[in-house]
C-alpha cells in the first residue's frame, strides 16, 4: 500500500516575479532573454520571438538590391511606435531626411491574417470511433503568439510614420561621411547607450541603434578595416552592457573576404539579403509566388543566450514579398507544382484502375 | 541592351532620386570600352540636342582623350561645332592633369603655347583635388542650364585615371554627390576592371544603377600558345564581344541582359545574342519547400468533407465496431472448429463470397481484423 504522501522539497522552481515585464515593446523569452521586436512579424516568428535585449544584429546587404532599407525602416518605425529611443548613422549627408520614408503601422483588425492559423489548428477534426465517449480532444495550439497584441505591429510601407513620433527628443541622427574616422561615432554610440544601462535594476525600455551602409565606400574611414573592425567590438561590448539592440548592415562584396568574415563572426543574430533576378523563366518555374517575391533573406546565424542549444531553424531562405504592396512578409520557399501536362500523368494511368470495378469475383 | 542604357540614361532621374548612374567596364581581353563609352556619348548628345531628354547639357570629364578627340567623334557624328557651346562643356583633364606645363611655363623652361581658346573647355590642372573637380563640374553645369530646375548630365572619361590619382573613397563621395545632387539627371563612366582591385571595381558598382560590362566573345584557353585555334578566337575577339548589362529596378529585382556587338569602321553595332544560353543563378535556391497551406478555397472544400463517425451521435445509437461482427453471423459454424481453418465457398454462381473462420477463439481479436472495417462512413 502505497502511501502518497507529496513531500515539497526544500528546493523551490525559482519564478522570479520580474520575468514578466508588463513594458510595451518587449517580451520575455526563454532562458531569462528578453526580446524587442523587428517590426517584421514573420522575422520574430522565425527568430523566435525578436531580436534579444543587447544584441548585434547584422545585415549583409547585396549591393544590388536596397532590401536592407526595408528592414531597417521597420525597425526604426517600431522602436519609434513604442517609445524608444533610436539613434541611426547612416553614409549621407541628411540622415534625419530618411525618417521622414519610415513607414507607420497599419491599424485596421481585419489585417490580423495570424488568427487564421491558430483557428485553424484548433478546429482539427479527428475521425475517432471513441471520441464521443473521451470528449473532445481538442489540441491547445499554442503557438507563437505574440503576447500583447501591440508588440510587433504590421507595417504599411506606403504611409509615411506620423509626426508626432517623428518628433519625439529621443532621437538622434548621425552622418558617417563626414569624419576621417569613428572616433566621434563611438563617442555618440556610448552617450547615446549610457541612458540605459543593463545593471540598472529596473528595466524602463530599450533604446535602439540603426547603423546603415557601415562600409559605404564614399566614407573616408571605409580603408582602414582594423578600425572599423574595433568598432563594431567595442559596439557589441557596450550593447551588451545595456539595454539596448543594434541593427548594422554592410555590403559584404564591399569588404574584404577576411574581414568579411571576422564581422560575421561578431554579429548575434547575421541575416543577409539578396536580389533576385527579374523576368527569370527558370526560378519562375521552381517557386511559387515569383512574380510577388522582391528579393530573399537568409538567415545565417540566430542569437541564443544563456544556453548551450543552438538554434535550428526549419528553413534558413525566405522570400521577402510586399503583400498588398504594403506590408512585409516573408514567407518559405515553396516549390512551384510540376506543370501536369508533361510527363504520363495521373488521368491517363487511373483509366486502368479505374475501368476496374469491385464487381463480381468469381472463384 | 545598349538601347534600354540610353532610354534610362535619356529619362533621367526622377525627383527626390538618385540619379541613373552607369559603369561601363571593359578588361584587356576585350578592350572595347572607349567605344561603348563613346557610342552612349553619341547617343546622349544626340537625345540631347532633339530635346528628348530630360538632360539639357552635356558636362563630359575628358581624362584619357583629349577634347579635340570628341568635338571631331561628335562632328562626325552630324552635330554642329557651332553649336557645341550651347549643350556642351568639357573639363579637359587631359592636357595637364598634375599642373606640370603650367609650372614649366611660370619658370620660362617652355613657351608658352596658346591654348585652344574655346568657351567650351576648360583646363583642370590638378585632378588630385576632387573637391575642386566636383566643384567645376557643378560650375560648368550650372553655365549650361542655369540656376534653375534645370539638369545637365555628366560623362567622366575615365573612372580608372581618377581613381589613379585619388582615393577610392574620395571617388565614391564625388560620384555619390554626383547622383544626389538635384541638377544632375545622369550620369556614366568608363572602368577598366583589370587596372584595379576588386574591391574598388565593387565600389564603383556600389554606387551605379546600371552595369555593363564588356566580354570577349569566347575565351581563349590559353593565351600564351600561337595555336591555329587560338589565333581564329583572337581574330573573332579583335572586333566583336559580348555586352552583359545588369539594371537594378527599383523594386529590388536585378534586370540582366546580354548582346553582342560588333566594331565597324568607326561604329559600333549592338545585335542580339544569337544563341540563348540561359543563365540560371545556381546555388541561388538552396531549400525549396511544398506548400502545405491551404487556400481560402481549399480549407472551404476540407471542412466540406464529413469524417467517419461524424454523423454519429446525433440521434442514432453509437455502434462501436470491436472486430466481432462476423462471428455473429457464423457463430453457429465457428463452435464446432477447433484449430482446423475451414473455408466454405458458397457455390452462388456469378457471386463469391469468402466466409472465413477464425483459427482459434481465444486468438486477440483485433489481430486479424481490416483496419479499416472499423471506419464509418
Not at chain 1, 108 to 133: F, M, N, P, T, V
Request: include cysteine.
Amino acid at each position: 500500500m502505497a502511501a502518497t504522501k507529496t513531500r515539497s522539497s526544500s528546493f523551490s522552481r525559482n519564478i522570479s516575479a520580474a520575468s514578466t515585464p508588463q513594458i510595451p515593446g518587449l517580451k520575455c523569452g526563454p532562458n531569462g532573454t528578453i526580446f524587442v521586436s523587428s517590426g517584421i512579424p514573420d522575422l520574430d516568428k522565425i527568430l523566435g520571438g525578436g531580436f534579444p535585449l543587447g544584441s548585434l544584429v547584422m545585415v549583409m546587404e547585396d549591393i544590388e538590391a536596397p532590401h536592407h532599407m526595408l528592414l531597417l525602416r521597420n525597425f526604426m518605425s517600431q522602436g519609434l511606435v513604442h517609445n524608444q529611443p533610436l539613434l541611426y548613422a547612416s553614409p549621407s549627408r541628411e540622415p534625419r531626411a530618411f525618417l521622414g520614408t519610415l513607414p507607420s503601422p497599419v491599424l485596421s483588425k481585419d489585417d490580423k491574417s495570424r488568427d487564421h492559423d491558430l483557428e485553424q489548428e484548433k478546429g482539427l477534426r479527428i475521425a475517432w470511433q471513441y471520441r464521443k465517449y473521451l470528449g473532445e480532444n481538442q489540441q491547445n495550439f499554442e503557438g507563437q503568439r505574440d503576447g500583447k497584441p501591440d508588440y510587433c505591429n504590421d507595417f504599411d510601407l506606403r504611409k509615411p510614420l506620423e509626426r508626432h513620433f517623428l518628433s519625439n527628443q529621443r532621437i538622434d541622427c548621425f552622418s558617417l561621411e563626414g569624419s576621417p574616422n569613428l572616433d566621434p561615432f563611438r563617442e555618440r554610440c556610448s552617450t547615446f547607450l549610457a541612458q540605459l544601462p543593463r545593471y540598472d535594476g529596473n528595466l524602463t525600455s530599450a533604446c535602439r541603434i540603426a547603423i546603415q551602409s557601415f562600409y559605404a565606400p564614399q566614407c573616408e574611414y571605409s580603408n582602414t578595416e582594423w578600425e572599423m573592425l574595433s568598432f563594431v567590438r567595442s559596439l557589441k561590448s557596450m550593447v551588451q552592457s545595456s539595454n539596448a539592440v543594434a541593427v548594422l548592415t554592410f555590403p559584404p562584396s564591399l569588404v574584404s573576404s577576411s574581414f568579411s568574415k571576422r564581422l560575421q563572426h561578431l554579429a548575434d543574430t547575421l541575416l543577409s539579403v539578396k536580389a533576385i533576378p527579374d523576368e527569370d523563366k527558370e526560378l519562375a518555374n521552381l517557386l511559387t509566388g515569383y512574380n510577388d517575391m522582391v528579393g530573399l533573406l537568409n538567415v545565417h546565424k540566430v542569437a541564443h543566450f544563456n544556453t548551450q542549444v543552438p538554434v535550428i531553424l526549419e528553413a534558413t531562405t525566405f522570400s521577402i514579398k510586399l503583400k498588398k504592396r504594403r506590408s512585409l512578409v516573408l514567407e518559405c520557399l515553396n516549390q512551384a507544382p510540376i506543370d501536369g501536362s508533361s510527363g504520363t500523368s495521373y488521368a491517363t494511368t487511373g483509366s486502368c484502375s479505374g475501368s476496374s470495378k469491385t464487381g463480381t469475383l468469381d472463384f | 541592351m545598349a538601347e534600354l542604357i540610353c532610354r534610362a540614361l535619356r529619362d533621367g532621374a526622377l525627383d527626390g532620386e538618385h540619379a541613373p548612374a552607369l559603369t561601363i567596364k571593359d578588361s584587356i581581353d576585350s578592350p572595347f570600352g572607349p567605344h561603348v563609352f563613346n557610342h552612349v556619348l553619341a547617343q546622349l548628345s544626340a537625345n540631347i540636342l532633339a530635346a528628348k531628354s530630360q538632360s539639357q547639357g552635356l558636362v563630359l570629364v575628358a581624362s584619357s582623350q583629349s577634347p579635340s578627340f570628341y568635338f571631331d567623334l561628335l562632328k562626325s557624328r552630324g552635330n554642329d561645332v557651332a553649336s557645341f557651346h550651347k549643350w556642351l562643356r568639357v573639363l579637359d583633364c587631359y592636357t595637364d592633369p598634375l599642373g606640370w606645363k603650367v609650372r614649366l611655363m611660370a619658370c620660362g623652361s617652355i613657351s608658352s603655347r596658346s591654348p585652344e581658346a574655346s568657351n567650351t573647355v576648360r583646363l583642370c590642372t590638378d585632378v588630385r583635388n576632387l573637391d575642386n573637380l566636383s566643384l567645376s563640374i557643378m560650375e560648368l553645369g550650372r553655365e549650361l542650364v542655369g540656376q534653375g530646375k534645370g539638369r545637365f548630365s555628366v560623362a567622366i572619361d575615365s573612372a580608372s585615371e581618377m581613381i589613379r590619382h585619388a582615393s577610392i573613397s574620395s571617388v565614391a563621395a564625388l560620384l555619390s554627390n554626383l547622383r544626389s545632387h538635384d541638377q544632375v539627371s545622369c550620369a556614366f563612366w568608363l572602368l577598366h576592371s583589370d587596372l584595379h582591385d576588386v574591391r574598388v571595381t565593387a565600389a564603383l558598382e556600389y554606387m551605379s544603377s546600371m552595369l555593363g560590362s564588356i566580354e570577349p566573345m569566347n575565351r581563349p584557353a590559353n593565351v600564351q600558345r600561337g595555336n591555329s585555334e587560338n589565333l581564329s578566337l583572337f581574330e573573332q575577339n579583335s572586333n566583336k564581344g559580348k555586352f552583359h548589362v545588369r539594371l537594378k529596378r527599383r523594386n529590388g529585382r536585378v534586370r540582366l541582359m546580354n548582346e553582342e556587338f560588333c566594331i565597324e569602321q568607326s561604329s559600333i553595332k549592338f545585335t542580339a545574342v544569337s544563341s540563348e544560353d540561359g543563365i540560371i543563378s545556381q546555388g541561388l535556391v538552396p531549400k525549396v519547400q511544398f506548400n502545405l497551406q491551404l487556400s481560402e478555397k481549399e480549407r472551404i472544400e476540407r471542412a466540406k468533407v464529413v469524417l467517419p463517425f461524424e454523423h454519429q451521435g446525433t440521434g442514432k445509437p453509437i455502434e462501436i465496431y470491436d472486430g466481432r461482427q462476423s462471428l455473429n453471423e457464423s457463430s453457429t459454424e465457428s463452435t464446432n472448429s477447433s484449430s482446423a481453418e475451414k473455408v466454405q465457398t458458397n457455390q452462388d454462381p456469378g457471386k463469391g463470397e469468402i466466409i472465413y473462420f477464425r483459427d482459434s477463439d481465444d486468438e486477440m481479436p483485433d489481430s486479424d481484423e481490416d483496419p479499416d472495417d472499423d471506419l464509418d462512413i
